[in-house]
């Protein structure tokens, strides 16, 4: 922490001396806010993370993307292991808050803005971000690392596969694959997407999976949410590559956390984490295969 602060303070970005103050809820990264006058700051402190293939140039590119999308806040300096964006005063949202019927109803138009407007923007190389690689590399880098989870592994990714070849093919666009309750803010008059660690294209199965299951909606609300984003009712071919989808994105969860447990070096509970999803996991998985 002392040499992240350190290094915040020497930005080069500052016209008056900066006091940087921590700001939590990261769980990839270190975050500060720093006061410039009447100009005040988010900076966000992380390198690469090959093990779970975040790459800062992508971050970046999609930060940047998303203000010029008129999605996330503006991004005013950025260098290796840096960026730095202008600060928003709201609400950070709980899951509690995104499962509010008049907040989901603003969710959907802002998912389906980025999977119809990031493609827009978005500069330089761009990256693919499928769960279901996502997952194989999870499962070589915690057998590199003798998880504690090792036996289970073979388990888990073998019912990857089965939810793979139930999603089946895919749409492509644009997303952001992390939406988290954390990653949403509300200013009193819109919402915001922060944090774009895992951008990338993908099915916008998804972002709604993923929307759905980091913030426990109901049936209903799933159902809702779907026939929002499409259009129309869901079908029972694709509640079902919905459901297979929502598995995977729950199993993410617990694998990114299993890994993080022997790779982090953050003050975070990831054994926690890691059951809290696993438990999640297993419960979709149930009424999955019950469908």
Not at 119 to 128: Q, S, T, Y
Not at 143 to 159: K, M, Q, T, W
Not at 231 to 260: D, F, Q
């Amino acid at each position: 922490m002392t040499s992240a602060i350190e290094r915040v303070r020497a930005l080069p970005f500052w016209r008056l001396p900066a006091d940087p103050r921590p700001l939590g809820g990261g769980i990839t990264n270190l975050n500060f806010t720093v006061e410039q006058g009447s100009e005040k700051f988010v900076v966000r402190v992380g390198d690469d993370i090959p093990v779970h293939q975040v790459m800062r140039f992508n971050e970046r590119a999609a930060s940047e993307a998303a203000f010029r999308a008129g999605l996330s806040p503006e991004v005013v300096h950025a260098e290796p292991g840096i960026l730095v964006l202008r600060y928003i005063t709201g609400k950070t949202f709980t899951a509690e808050d995104l499962r509010q019927p008049r907040n989901l109803e603003r969710m959907v138009p802002l998912i389906r803005r980025i999977h119809t407007e990031m493609p827009k923007h978005v500069r330089g190389p761009a990256l693919v971000f499928w769960v279901f690689h996502v997952l194989r590399d999870y499962g070589h880098t915690l057998a590199e690392g003798n998880s504690r989870h090792l036996p289970r592994l073979p388990g888990l990714l073998d019912l990857a596969g089965q939810l793979e070849r139930e999603v089946g093919p895919i749409a492509m666009v644009y997303g952001h694959n992390d939406l988290l309750p954390a990653n949403v803010m509300d200013d009193g008059s819109r919402l915001w997407v922060i944090d774009w660690d895992y951008a990338g294209f993908n099915s916008p199965l998804f972002d709604l999976a993923n929307l759905a299951s980091n913030n426990e909606l109901s049936s209903a609300q799933e159902a809702w949410m779907l026939e929002a984003y499409f259009g129309e009712p869901p079908g029972a071919e694709l509640r079902h590559r919905y459901g297979a989808m929502k598995c995977a994105s729950l199993l993410r969860e617990a694998m990114w956390s299993m890994v993080s447990e022997i790779h982090s070096r953050l003050d975070f509970d990831f054994p926690a984490y890691t059951a809290d999803y696993l438990g999640r996991f297993e419960r979709a998985v149930a009424a999955h295969r019950t469908k």
